[in-house]
């Protein structure tokens, strides 16, 4: 089977050594396990860790090659792409430019088989604009990504950023909406980590995806692509919640329409939330995706098999969907391969 992997992730170590330089904050260092540890500042606990998976595209492709499938992927950052909003507004955009012209390479080197998302400086709203318009117009790159929070502000929906929203949409750009770090981390220590890990982030992607539309902005841009990670976190099965405690917002619209227009993963480890997933979005809203190489793609192969799906929807789910809904084609041999 042809499949594509909307959720997969690539980090560039050259991003990494570069903040390993670092005297100041934010910082990282290596680890014991191949990757990195990263500090936002200098109160901060260790975050968006790593280890060696992340880092080698072509160990990643042949771990793909071996699950028996032709596979295809979409790099987007994760957790880390809050780090280019919680930098001063030049830095920010030079590291992200770093960062994409990484993707770009990438895109070159594997063009039809991987695909990358832009990353986004969000603290000065004409630099966003700026750096998207190179990441898709120089650098070939298919979406942009869209962190739970502006470093640690959690206003996404800030107004200053509608014309960011606006020329997404304009260009029929894909969003991808990850949670981070930066918002729920201290709130829920403790455990190693393991609060905030099984629900700190679940209710970030909530929360940013639920002001996104209570903000107005998916009435005001109703061809926004918005892709919420982890089968769209709480919203779902928190849907009617939604609808009876929002009308305060004076949308037009019940909330749950405006969540059903978003798209979302495949990435639940059971097949039960796999299934209220697709049955909540329709199967035209949901793309195979298995945040690897946080979570095991074997695993979410072997889980969506005990859902219950016709031949056609199979097609629709590991690979067409994904065609459609983020526009991948063929790439032309990006620019940034003769530089």
Not at 20 to 40: I, L, V
Not at 77 to 104: Q, T, Y
Not at 123 to 141: K, N
């Amino acid at each position: 089977m042809r499949i594509i992997d909307s959720h997969f992730h690539w980090w560039p170590r050259s991003v990494f050594d570069k903040l390993c330089q670092n005297n100041t904050w934010p910082r990282c260092a290596p680890n014991k396990r191949g990757g990195y540890d990263y500090w936002r500042r200098e109160t901060s606990d260790a975050s968006a860790g790593s280890w060696k998976e992340w880092f080698d595209l072509d160990a990643q492709l042949e771990h793909m090659d071996g699950l028996g499938h032709s596979i295809d992927v979409v790099c987007s950052i994760g957790p880390f792409s809050v780090h280019f909003s919680d930098l001063e507004k030049e830095a920010g955009r030079d590291a992200a430019i770093h960062w994409n012209e990484e993707m770009a390479g990438a895109q070159a080197r594997h063009p039809g088989r991987v695909w990358a998302s832009a990353a986004i400086p969000l603290v000065d709203t004409q630099i966003a604009m700026d750096v998207l318009e190179d990441a898709v117009g120089r650098l070939g790159l298919m979406g942009v990504n869209l962190p739970g929070s502006v470093g640690s502000d959690p206003r996404i929906d800030a107004e200053r950023l509608e014309p960011f929203y606006a020329r997404c949409e304009e260009l029929d750009l894909p969003v991808f909406l990850h949670p981070t770090d930066a918002v729920f981390q201290e709130m829920l220590d403790g455990y190693n980590g393991a609060l905030h890990l099984s629900l700190g982030r679940v209710i970030e992607v909530s929360v940013a995806a639920s002001r996104l539309i209570l903000s107005g902005l998916m009435e005001r841009h109703p061809r926004l692509k918005i892709i919420l990670s982890h089968t769209g976190g709480a919203l779902p099965y928190q849907s009617g919640r939604m609808d009876k405690n929002t009308k305060a917002a004076g949308l037009p619209r019940p909330v749950s329409e405006y969540m059903r227009r978003m798209y979302t993963d495949t990435v639940s480890p059971h097949s039960a939330g796999m299934k209220f997933a697709i049955d909540y979005y329709g199967i035209d809203h949901i793309m195979y995706g298995t945040d690897y190489p946080c979570w095991d793609p074997a695993t979410c192969l072997r889980l969506l098999e005990e859902v219950p799906l016709s031949a056609a929807d199979k097609q629709k789910l590991f690979y067409d969907n994904a065609r459609r809904i983020l526009g991948l084609k063929d790439p032309a041999a990006a620019k940034i391969a003769a530089e």
